[in-house]
């Protein structure tokens, strides 16, 4: 079963635009991460936040990460058609020594 | 470096043929792992490895075998191909425990038929 569940499925903004991508996860963590896939291609790592961190900036990228609500989110600013593609948060559980990916949000960036 | 890197990038095959999707990683990393990825969902763990000679199961391991004896390469194997095998498949590495994130593979894209 997939740990992270990102929300919404698809998302379509106008250059320029702010993006919000939520995740939420079921066990405890480790730390949570997001990678972005575009189409036909592997999965590149953006971020990283640890269990004991709130929020980290990297970039136009902002991640934040509640471990009461067991949710995560990434917030992409002023978003730019090169921004179009797949996201994916995924989880490394305590115990375990292997990433569980959610099902990913589709960005389309409208130029 | 070259990174990860998979042999083939596309592989189409006969219901119950077998192949190996190759894997490599020039980065020295301890961990692989390798995942499936079916249209949109996100990737499932198939199999993973701590290091040379270690291996253990992800989230979806039936139908798959996997050795680990370099550091370099992860060979997946596919004893008997089904129609439900049909995926993309991404290869990871990363450095060793603490170093958590993952370099991926371009994929090999597989058709069963």
Redesign the interface.
């Known amino acids: 079963s997939q740990q992270g569940e990102e929300d919404p499925q698809a998302l379509s903004i106008q250059e320029g635009e702010n993006a919000t991508m939520n995740c939420s996860y079921k066990t405890s963590i480790n730390n949570l991460q997001w990678y972005r896939q575009n189409s036909g291609r592997g999965l590149v790592h953006l971020i990283l936040i640890r269990s004991n961190e709130r929020e980290k900036h990297s970039g136009r990228l902002r991640v934040t990460l509640d471990t009461s609500k067991k949710s995560s989110s990434l917030l992409i600013t002023a978003s730019r058609a090169a921004d179009t593609a797949s996201y994916f948060c995924a989880t490394v559980d305590t115990g375990r020594r292997a990433l569980t990916f959610g099902s990913g949000t589709r960005l389309q960036v409208q130029p | 470096n070259a990174g990860?890197t998979q042999t083939p990038k596309f592989q189409v095959l006969k219901t119950g043929q077998s192949m190996t999707l190759q894997c490599a990683q020039d980065m020295n990393h301890e961990?692989m792992?390798w995942?499936r990825q079916d249209p949109?969902?996100?990737?499932?763990?198939i199999h993973?490895s701590?290091g040379a000679g270690i291996t253990?199961q992800?989230?979806v391991p039936n139908g798959y075998n996997v050795s680990r004896s370099t550091t370099e390469d992860f060979p997946l194997r596919l004893l008997s191909a089904a129609p439900s095998q049909t995926s993309v498949y991404?290869c990871?590495s990363r450095e060793r425990?603490g170093q958590?994130?993952?370099?991926?593979?371009?994929?090999t894209r597989l058709l069963v038929l």
């Open positions: 990860v961990y792992s995942y949109g969902m996100g990737l499932r763990l993973y701590v253990d992800g989230e991404f990871a425990e958590e994130t993952q370099y991926f593979g371009p994929g």
